[in-house]
């Protein structure tokens, strides 16, 4: 099995550690990886702003500029050529899913998707209270005011996310659609701190299954994401491991990712993921 990394960050990500892109390859290379994908953040669309609230953190840190891909573009694809002996380099964005932004973010693919080889299409943003968009997973504090003050009941919340990612997966991204789906259950990432439940009811059991359905249907991968192990609200991954091993069964390609946003993230969790892939 080609160990490979299909999630990770750059310096070009404004909520990361600042750590040089280079310096994670090195350290990708030195753990065994074989291909190693940089999915930085894509723009956000310019409107968006008029329709978000919660803390300004959670917008203006959320991705990369646009007047920031030119340079995102050159530096990995000197990564690319650079360590092309050591580690196969793909190239590409974590675009995220906004329902009402589907011709801006097709547009922006059309133009960008060319210059891509990996993406990833993921839901970080909600409407909540107010009829506005919340992160998902930037506060506890904006998670509670923007979501859970609006969707108490857990089960509903989940709901709503799971129908996101399934709007996400349906959704016409054109030829350069992202080819495999972010940390399907993000949702869950402020989970201990609010003691919400581990399980899921029987209505999203079916919706998860009729979501993993739909992803294979669809021919498209789903993003095994770490990251979730080590946040301190949540202690697994994305999705968790009953869910992988569905995923697995059904033949959906499960793909590593570390989600890393600096060195010390790079591998974290890939020995208890791995027989998954």
């Not at 080609?2 to 892109?21: A, M, N, Q, W």
């Not at 953190?57 to 530096?75: I, P, Q, R, V």
């Not at 709503?160 to 259950?185: C, E, M, W």
Request: charged fraction near 25%; glycine fraction near 8%; proline fraction near 5%.
């Amino acid at each position: 099995m080609l160990k490979r990394d299909g999630h990770t960050h750059t310096e070009f990500c404004p909520h990361g550690s600042g750590d040089d892109v280079e310096l994670m390859i090195q350290k990708a290379i030195q753990l065994g990886f074989k291909s190693y994908s940089i999915t930085e953040h894509a723009p956000l669309p310019p409107a968006f702003s008029d329709r978000y609230a919660g803390q300004v953190t959670g917008l203006t840190e959320a991705s990369m500029a646009m007047n920031d891909l030119a340079a995102y573009f050159k530096k990995a694809n000197l990564m690319k050529k650079k360590y092309a002996d050591q580690i196969e380099i793909k190239i590409g964005f974590e675009v995220d899913f906004l329902a009402d932004d589907v011709a801006w973010t097709r547009e922006f693919l059309n133009e960008y998707g060319p210059q891509t080889d990996d993406n990833i299409l993921s839901v970080h943003f909600m409407k909540g209270k107010d009829e506005k968009y919340w992160c998902v997973d930037d506060t506890p504090g904006d998670f509670q005011l923007g979501l859970l003050s609006e969707t108490p009941d857990a089960q509903m919340l989940f709901a709503k996310y799971f129908n996101l990612i399934k709007q996400a997966v349906l959704s016409d991204l054109g030829p350069y659609a992202p080819n495999r789906i972010g940390h399907i259950t993000l949702i869950r990432k402020f989970q201990d701190h609010f003691q919400l439940d581990p399980n899921y009811n029987l209505r999203n059991q079916k919706l998860l299954e009729s979501l993993l359905e739909l992803i294979k249907d669809r021919g498209k991968q789903l993003d095994f994401n770490a990251a979730g192990l080590y946040k301190p609200d949540c202690n697994q991954p994305y999705p968790n491991f009953k869910l992988a091993e569905k995923a697995k069964q059904m033949g959906i390609p499960l793909v590593y990712g570390s989600d890393a946003h600096g060195v010390a993230d790079i591998g974290r969790g890939y020995h208890g993921l791995a027989e998954f892939l």
